[in-house]
Nanobody, 126 residues
Framework: QVQLVESGGGLVQAGGSLRLSCAAS????????MGWFRQAPGKEREFVAA????????SYVDSVKGRFTISRDNAKNTVYLQMNSLKPEDTAVYYC???????????????????WGQGTQVTVSS
């Protein structure tokens, strides 16, 4: 069992930045691929970014490429999502998720993930 706790959400003006953190506990963090997803009101949950166990494989949804950066620190059991140049359409609850396995690739589908955090709200005002 892995427990995931997100933090770092909040209210920011368009063009601003936030850094989300997801702290993991319970199992060896480096054995897990990690992902960030988001869900806006009235919309389906969507993939945002993912990183494999080593950080050697990273993927982003097209709408955040060049603005968001996912990273991980296995020594601190934490995955991060640095979000720059935020837009009102980035407003959503952001979730981190964990998938067991030291695979060479990152995973983009929410159905692949075994564990989820409770989410953190990100609101971008125009």
């Amino acid at each position: 069992q892995v427990q995931l706790v997100e933090s770092g959400g909040g209210l920011v003006q368009a063009g601003g930045s936030l850094r989300l953190s997801c702290a993991a506990s319970g199992r060896t963090f480096s054995n897990y691929a990690m992902g960030w997803f988001r869900q806006a009101p009235g919309k389906e949950r969507e993939f945002v970014a993912a990183i494999n166990w080593s950080g050697g494989s990273i993927s982003y949804v097209d709408s955040v490429k060049g603005r968001f950066t996912i990273s991980r620190d296995n020594a601190k059991n934490t995955v991060y999502l640095q979000m720059n140049s935020l837009k009102p359409e980035d407003t959503a609850v952001y979730y981190c998720a964990a998938y067991y396995g030291r695979y060479s690739r990152a995973f983009l589908a929410d159905k692949d993930y075994d564990y989820w955090g409770q989410g953190t709200q990100v609101t971008v005002s125009s």
